[in-house]
C-alpha cells in the first residue's frame, strides 16, 4: 500500500509527466503543467504576450509569418518529444511538463529582430545626417522611420520586462537545469531568425 502511495505521488510530481498512461494523456500532462494552476497562468499568459509580439512583427510580412509558422510548430513538437523522451530516459519515469520552450524561443526571436530594425534604423538615421542633397536626407529619414516602428516605446519594454520577470522567477524557484533550458530555447529562437532571413534572401 505505501509502495503505492509512493508510485503514485511520484507520477503526481510536479516537476514533470510520467512514462506511464497512453500517448495522449502524457501529453495532455505535459502542455498542462500537470495540473499546476500557478505554472499554467505564467506561461500562457507570456505564450500569449510573445505571440502578440511576434504577430506585431510579421503583420507585412507574409512570406516570413508563413516560414515561421512552420519553425515555430517544429519548435512545439520539438518541446513535446523532449518531455516524452525525458520520460524515458529517467530513473524515476519522470519528463519534464511546459511549454517555456515554445514562449522563450518566440522571445528570442522577436528580441534579435527588434535589436536588428533597431541597428538598421540608427544606421538609416547615421546616413541622412551626411546624405549629400536634401532630397537625399529626406529620403533616408523617411527610410528609417519606414522600416522600424515602436523600438523603445511601452509595448517594447513591457514585453521585455515581462519576459526577464518570468525567467527571473524560475531561475529563483526552480533546478538550474530549467534556466538552462530557458536560455538554449533563446539561443534557438535567436538562430531561427538568423535562418528565417537567411532563407527568405
Not at 495540473?35 to 512570406?63: E, F, H, P
Not at 519534464?96 to 515554445?102: D, E, K, L, R
Not at 525567467?167 to 538554449?184: G, K, M, P, R
Request: proline letters at 1%; glycine letters at 6%.
Amino acid at each position: 500500500m505505501d509502495q503505492q502511495v509512493e508510485n503514485d505521488a511520484d507520477i503526481a510530481s510536479p516537476n514533470g509527466c510520467s512514462v506511464d498512461g497512453s500517448l495522449g494523456s502524457r501529453i495532455a500532462c505535459i502542455l498542462s503543467y500537470n495540473g499546476s494552476t500557478l505554472d499554467i497562468c505564467i506561461n500562457y499568459t507570456m505564450l500569449a504576450v510573445n505571440l502578440v509580439a511576434c504577430k506585431r512583427i510579421l503583420t507585412k510580412q507574409q512570406r516570413r509569418r508563413d516560414l515561421l509558422a512552420l519553425l515555430f510548430g517544429s519548435v512545439w513538437i520539438f518541446q513535446i518529444c523532449l518531455c516524452l523522451f525525458l520520460a524515458h530516459v529517467s530513473e524515476n519515469g519522470i519528463g519534464c511538463a511546459g511549454i517555456s520552450i515554445v514562449w522563450c524561443a518566440m522571445a528570442g526571436w522577436a528580441a534579435w529582430w527588434l535589436r536588428q530594425q533597431q541597428r538598421n534604423a540608427n544606421r538609416n538615421k547615421n546616413n541622412a545626417l551626411f546624405a549629400p542633397t536634401r532630397t537625399r536626407r529626406r529620403k533616408s529619414l523617411k527610410s528609417s522611420q519606414t522600416n522600424y516602428d515602436g523600438g523603445g516605446g511601452v509595448w517594447d519594454n513591457a514585453w521585455l520586462v515581462a519576459n526577464a520577470a518570468t525567467l527571473f522567477y524560475y531561475f529563483v524557484t526552480e533546478d538550474i537545469i530549467t534556466t538552462v533550458a530557458h536560455i538554449c530555447a533563446l539561443i534557438m529562437g535567436i538562430l531561427l531568425e538568423i535562418w528565417a532571413t537567411t532563407s527568405n534572401k
